[in-house]
């Protein structure tokens, strides 16, 4: 049994444009955001003709999803565990807003990511472990199948250095663009990297 998994970060917000802590915050995609969109539901109807799309709730993600799946002529659902992380206080505000409040706080989370606590929200193995569970789920409900996720940059940074078997201090040293394309392959609950911030589709 192999699945072949199409991890797709969401396209373009004006969020995007800046450097904030988006989180939970239900920003919708800008023009070039539905541009990336369409070019990348292009690439994976024809590449990989998936059977099946899932997306975070966001509606950033959720747009970037119902645009790929225009092309790939399938339905998309909402998985919570593709869900951005949640960053509690800081969620919304600016690195230079949160270094006012919490600069100890800021100056881990830059320089140690995985020791960094955030107040109210998760950690970063919190958002390994439910999306890794999410993963496996669709893995077994979807068995020799291609399957197109759609999430956000710290969940698919979190879920890479997962089936490479790195750890979380890696979390700064992985690049994730606006519709990039990742993809690798699962057979007998063993990963492989395929490709990974594949951005030629929006050249």
């Given at each position: ?94 690195p ?23 107040p109210?929200?998760?950690s ?67 990963y ?12």
């Amino acid at each position: 049994m192999t699945v072949k998994v199409i991890l797709v970060r969401h396209g373009q917000t004006e969020w995007n444009k800046i450097e904030r802590f988006r989180g939970r915050y239900n920003i919708p995609l800008n023009q070039t955001g539905i541009d990336q969109a369409t070019k990348t539901g292009i690439r994976i109807s024809n590449k990989w003709k998936p059977i099946a799309i899932y997306s975070s709730p966001m509606g950033r993600a959720m747009q970037t999803a119902v645009k790929i799946a225009e092309f790939c002529k399938q339905p998309v659902f909402p998985c919570d565990g593709l869900n951005d992380i949640d960053y509690g206080e800081w969620q919304g505000l600016t690195p230079e807003e949160v270094n006012r409040q919490w600069p100890d706080l800021l100056k881990v989370w830059y320089e140690m990511p995985e020791m960094a606590y955030i107040p109210g929200g998760e950690s970063l193995t919190q958002v390994r472990e439910r999306a890794m569970a999410s993963i496996m789920e669709l893995c077994q409900k979807h068995p020799d199948s291609n399957l197109v996720l759609v999430s956000h940059t710290v969940v698919i940074r979190m879920i890479l250095l997962a089936i490479l078997g790195a750890g979380k201090d890696h979390f700064w040293r992985i690049s994730q663009e606006p519709c990039a394309i990742n993809v690798f392959e699962v057979q007998n609950n063993q990963y492989r990297l395929v490709s990974f911030n594949d951005t030629c589709h929006l050249d």
